[in-house]
Antibody, heavy 125, light 110 residues
């Protein structure tokens, strides 16, 4: 059974970098059949797609990332296959980045069939 | 402002049927598969429908999905109080090269 688990600080200071890691268990993060992504939900608001990464399995082709245009200048998603983890970095955070952050596996037609439980990240001084 | 448009809320009595609409454009719904999630507070979203009208294993056939042109619809029959939740549609947007969601619809079972 595939399981995903988010980890990282629950409190981040304004203007600093939010860093989260998602650990994948029960399936290979190196699978070329899926994407690995991040989705968030600010308090009282709807779901927001952050971005995803595709691991080609080839050092020649490397990885491909897709980002929400509204966040693209501040977001980086990376994967560490040796640790079965993928990560999210969001820099220059403000209070508007306070949200529950979910990691998820995405299919070839972009739906998420497996999700982490979510982690609340608060941006506050 | 969400890329996909959903009604903020819908309601119906137990046992009745409800539909939730999701409107988009040719850059998203019109040329991509649509999926639907059920989201209860404090839990991860649950996939209800994928590829427009397919149900994952374990999702009862009370839930159905359809798509026509640039709009999609989620149908729920035999409403139960346990169906009270927020429902989100989503798809890929070719112009944005990103995933997009609707703003969510709160279902109340009266």
């Amino acid at each position: 059974q595939l399981q995903l688990q988010e980890s990282g600080p629950g409190l981040v200071r304004p203007s600093e970098t939010l860093s989260l890691t998602c650990t994948v268990a029960g399936a290979s993060i190196s699978s070329t059949s899926y994407y690995w992504g991040w989705i968030r939900q600010p308090p009282g608001k709807g779901l927001e797609w952050i971005g995803m990464i595709y691991y080609s399995g080839s050092t020649f082709y490397g990885e491909t990332t897709y980002y929400n245009p509204s966040l693209k200048s501040r977001v980086t998603i990376s994967v560490d296959t040796s640790k079965s983890q993928f990560s999210l970095k969001l820099n220059s955070v403000t209070a508007a980045d306070t949200a529950v952050y979910y990691c998820a596996r995405l299919s070839g037609t972009y739906y998420s069939d497996y999700w982490g439980l979510g982690t609340l990240v608060t941006v506050s001084s | 402002q969400s890329v996909l448009t959903q009604p903020p809320s819908v309601s119906a009595a137990p046992g009745q049927k409800v539909t939730i609409s999701c409107s988009g454009s040719s850059s998203n719904i019109g040329n991509n598969y649509v999926f639907w999630y059920q989201h209860l507070p404090g839990t991860a979203p649950k996939l209800l429908i994928y590829d427009n009208n397919k149900r994952p294993s374990g999702i009862p056939d009370r839930f159905s999905g359809s798509k026509s042109g640039t709009s999609a619809t989620l149908g729920i029959t035999g409403l139960q109080t346990g169906d009270e939740a927020d429902y989100y549609c989503g798809t890929w947007d070719n112009s944005l090269s990103a995933g997009v969601f609707g703003g969510g619809t709160k279902l109340t079972v009266l």
